[in-house]
Each structure stands twice: as C-alpha cells, then as structure tokens.
C-alpha cells in the first residue's frame, strides 16, 4: 500500500495545538507550520509557549505563532481560551487536542474532578464543543483527537468515573483515553454533514516527557527509559499530522488512526454507553449541548 502522503500545503489553513509546548504536540505544530499553516500554540507557560513558538519560526521559517493559554485543569481557563480565541477574529479550520498527562496518584482539580480525567478528556469535551460553531463557520474544518491503544484496557464505570474507590494509573489513563473515542464516535455522528469532521489518533508510544508531573522514583526510573526507547515526537506526529492535513481525508469522519493507517472498528460501538457519557460529560461541565 502507498504511504499515505505528509507534504500537504497547508498555505491559508490555522491550525489549533493543544499542550503544543512538548513532546508530541510541539512536534506537530512544528510540522503544520512547515507545511505553512499558520499555527496557534496551545500552553498552560507562557514561558515555556514563547521558547517553542520562537524555535517553531527558527525552525520553519514560518512566522512565529500566536499563543493560547489556558490551565486545562480549570474549566475557566478553558472558557476564557475560547472566548478569547473567537474574539481574535481568527479562523480555525484545524483543532488538535493533544495535551495530556499521566498521574502516578489520584489528584483533583479544583472542582474535585479526578485529575487524569479532567484534563484529558473533559477539558477536551469543553473547549471542542466551546470552538465548534467557529469550525463549523469556517468548514471544512477537522477536530483530531489524541486516544491511544490504552483504552483497550479500560472500561467506563458510571458509578466510579472520578476513580474514588480504586484508582490506578492505567486504569485512570486509559479511562480517559477510551472517553475521547467514544466522544469522537458520538461526536462525528452528531455532526455529520455540518463540514467539520472529528477522528481520534493513537500517536503510539512516543519519546517524551510524559508524566514529567510526577514526583518520585518511579517516574525518575521509568521517564529515562521512554524518552530513550520510544520513537521521536516527530516520526510518532506523523499519523496525526496526515490526519490533520490529506485531502483524500476531508470527509472521513469517526474514524480511528494508528501508525498511519485507519484501524476499523477501534471499539464496540455501544450506542448506550455513548449516549450516557455525553450526557455525563455535559453535566459535570455544566453545559447545555450542541446548537
Ligand atoms: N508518550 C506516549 O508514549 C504517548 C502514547 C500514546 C498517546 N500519547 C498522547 O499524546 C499526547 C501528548 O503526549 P506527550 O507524550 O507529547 O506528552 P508531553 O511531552 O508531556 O506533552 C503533554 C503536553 O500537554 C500539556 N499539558 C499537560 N497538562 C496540562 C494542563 N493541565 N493544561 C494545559 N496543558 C497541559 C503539556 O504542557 P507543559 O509543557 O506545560 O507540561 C504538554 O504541552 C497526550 O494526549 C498523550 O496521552 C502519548
């Protein structure tokens, strides 16, 4: 089979990069402006966003990025993001929700929402719906989300989602993992039709300063060993980046991409389960829906 392509030219196309300051994100958004798109970092720094966007323009020749900060961990933050993003009067034809972290312990945020889960898939519930009639106005338009093949280990537990009871790393992080493809799923059933569509990417394992968060020895063993072993940012950014930008993609919507290739049927479609955590997920956002 023919490699899928990577050299779009993305020339007139903003491209939104969630957690755009490391790891993957950073390579992606990297990509998208050498493609010459023009790119919005996404950061919780500002220092940290101004050391990326200024190596983003040295790197590509490409002008340096607009920053959007927001803490992911409060749902404020992420409220004033898109105020502030419709307010700029910028397009988006492109949103990548990337950030993400792993919690070695169970933490909270200030809404007592268990952390893992209030970052990687709430946060990207609420800003997605929150930039979605922006997409819509200026379709096509793409929402790539970032999964990972963890979520095959996780289940949703409705009684137990904040994981008070019996909270585990790969439990909490494949929870939320498993959440961003059902919410993919539902998601581009939602909207089909509107000109923008949504897919979810597992970059695969990625050499990174993921669970850099965690104090301790367990990350100081296992953090060396993913950042030595695992495949560069930039090779792992490819799926999403061909995601984000082939043309031959522009209408496929609900689909779930891995090491450059749709993976059919990522999961057992249950339509209930679906429903019931979009309902969830509104309500723990306190938000009313699409339209
Ligand atoms: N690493 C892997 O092997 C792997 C495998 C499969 C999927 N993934 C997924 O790939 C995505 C990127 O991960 P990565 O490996 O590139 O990790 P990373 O290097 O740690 O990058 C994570 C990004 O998310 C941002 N972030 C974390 N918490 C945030 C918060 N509360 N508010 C705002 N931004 C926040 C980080 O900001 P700071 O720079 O400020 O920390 C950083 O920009 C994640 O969704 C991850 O689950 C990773």
Redesign the pocket.
Known sequence: MAKPPLDTDMTGRVCLV?????????ALAKGLAARGAEVVV????EE?ARRVCAEIARETGAKEPEILL????RAGDVDAAIERYRASGRPLHVLVN?????GLGRETNEAGYEMTFA??YL?LFRLTLGLLPLLESCGPARIVN?????YRVAKLDFDDLMLERDYGIMKA?GQS?LAILYFTLELARRIEGSGVTVNAV????????????NEGLAYRLVGPL?RGL?PS?ER?ARTALWVATDPALAERSGGYYRSLKHRVDPLDFDPETSERLWTESLRLCDLQGLG
């Open positions: 969630t957690g755009a300051t490391d790891g993957h994100g950073r996404h950061a919780r720094s940290k927001a803490d992911l961990s990337n950030a993400g972290l792993v970052v990687n946060a970032i999964s990972s093949d963890t992080y993992k597992d970059p695969g394992p990625v050499a990174s300063n993921i669970g850099a968060n993913i695992f940012a792992a």
